[in-house]
């Protein structure tokens, strides 16, 4: 025999979806209040007897509990809950769900950009000084959790006003979440900036081949976001290891002429090889 409590869980299970957070748990508590559908005990009673944490595993600190009503959740909703408000799916998951790559990744990256940060440098940089921080290994996020096979890292950036980031609906087996992410060009920019972050560099230039990129939006995006190091040399080289030597020459005449030798990504070795076109050094064959 249903019970009130039994009810007003059925009730929020229609109201939410498979997890949120505490602000969302409030929030259909609150809806079906003002309805009259439920009493305030038997919501309370309903969150102490049906409402789960969900069982994720913080390395460090926890950055915001979920919660579910149902065993039945996967991935993809761990992700829409995540990202509701500032945070987006950025880098190896947004190559996924922009359909950049066929594998779905077991590391997801959730992001959000810090208000009024931007990259600054007070002297002009130099190639020995350059060459110094390419040679070290990325910086790796400490905030990052667990759950089953999959892991979460939460990535902080620079300020670019939501530059590029967007709604997408994702529908699988009949249910639908809508996911925040970077949209394809701006995707292509940040796994460009952060290899290490996307797959490596062999799935990077699957990923420029797989791309419909709208270069003039791809152009604007890289320029407003003000940064630090030439990384259009990169992206130059990534497009035409992709085979889009056309894409590759327009983009040349869209950027300045490169000054500095770069780099393909961190660990620099001397064992690299040079390409001339983008005065870029890279680890080799791809």
């Given amino acids: 025999m249903s019970t009130s409590t039994d009810t007003a869980a059925l009730e929020l299970s229609k109201l939410l979806p498979p997890v949120f957070d505490n602000e ?9 209040l003002k309805q009259g559908t439920c009493s305030v005990a038997a919501l309370n009673n309903a969150k102490q007897k049906h409402v789960k944490k969900v069982a994720v595993r913080w390395n460090t600190q926890s950055n ?13 909703d761990l ?38 940060r931007k990259s600054v440098i007070k002297t002009a940089i130099s ?25 979460f890292y939460f990535l902080l950036h620079n300020d670019t006003k939501r530059l590029g980031i967007t709604n997408k609906k994702i529908t699988r087996n009949g249910k639908t979440n809508v996911i ?39 152009k604007n995006y890289y320029l407003s ?17 992709a085979g889009k030597s056309d894409l590759a020459r327009k983009w040349q005449s869209m950027m300045p ?26 680890p080799g064959a791809l």
Avoid at 65 to 76: G, R
Avoid at 230 to 236: A, S
Avoid at 257 to 282: A, V
């Fill in 79 to 116: 992700l829409t809950a995540w990202t509701r408000k500032d945070r987006f799916i950025s880098h190896y998951s947004a190559m996924y769900f922009n359909e950049l790559t066929e594998q779905m990744p077991v590391q997801h990256y959730i992001s959000r950009e810090v208000k009024g």
């Fill in 24 to 32: 969302k748990l409030n929030e259909a508590m609150s809806t079906l």
């Fill in 180 to 218: 925040q992410l970077t949209d394809v060009e701006r995707t292509l920019i940040d796994i460009s900036i952060a290899p290490h972050h996307s797959g490596g560099i062999s799935n990077i230039v699957s990923a420029f081949r797989n791309a419909r990129i709208d270069l003039k939006k791809l």
């Fill in 64 to 76: 915001g509990t979920l919660f579910t009503l149902t065993n039945e959740f996967n991935v993809e």
């Fill in 127 to 151: 190639k020995e000084k350059m060459k110094q921080s390419f040679m070290k290994s990325p910086r790796e996020t400490t905030l990052y959790c667990r759950f089953e096979k999959s892991v």
């Fill in 257 to 282: 002429e490169p000054e500095l030798e770069f780099f393909l990504d961190k660990n620099y070795t001397r064992s690299w090889k040079f390409d001339e076109s983008w005065k870029l050094f890279h």
């Fill in 225 to 241: 976001m003000e940064l630090t190091y030439p990384y259009f040399q990169r992206i130059g080289f990534f497009l035409e290891k």
